[in-house]
């Protein structure tokens, strides 16, 4: 299993960032894919989650109506567009998947993504 994000970067307070994950060495469409983040002296936390078939879509309440994960399997590819962004939303950014039926997750290497004026 291999995943590979993209799209951090600096970015004032209210704009935007798109984040992509792509993955490789797994069948992308039987995984559920996730994006996850972890602020310096804080606990990695989940920020959205994407089932396998692409039917259902989770969002923590501190980023909910600000961002949207989208996943294409056809490109082995998740997005995270992420809209009025916040100081608080600093941190790096992890891709994430596991088998429908496991309970092993697999990371990507991160990407930082900071809001700041």
């Known amino acids: 299993v291999q995943l590979v994000e993209s799209g951090g970067g600096l970015v004032q307070p209210g704009g935007s960032l798109r984040l992509a994950c792509v993955g490789s060495?797994?069948?992308?469409?039987?995984?559920?894919m996730s994006w996850y983040r972890q602020a310096p002296g804080k606990e990695r936390e989940l920020v959205a989650s994407?089932?396998?078939?692409?039917?259902?879509?989770y969002y923590a309440d501190l980023v909910k109506g600000r961002f949207n994960m989208s996943r294409d399997n056809s490109l082995n590819t998740v997005y995270l567009q992420m809209d009025r962004l916040k100081p608080e939303d600093t941190a790096v950014y992890y891709c994430?998947?596991?088998?429908?039926?496991?309970?092993?997750?697999?990371w990507g290497q991160g990407t930082q993504v900071t809001v700041a004026s």
């Open positions: 060495r797994f069948t992308f469409s039987n995984y559920d």
């Open positions: 994407s089932s396998s078939a692409g039917g259902s879509t």
């Open positions: 994430s998947c596991r088998w429908r039926f496991g309970n092993l997750n697999y």
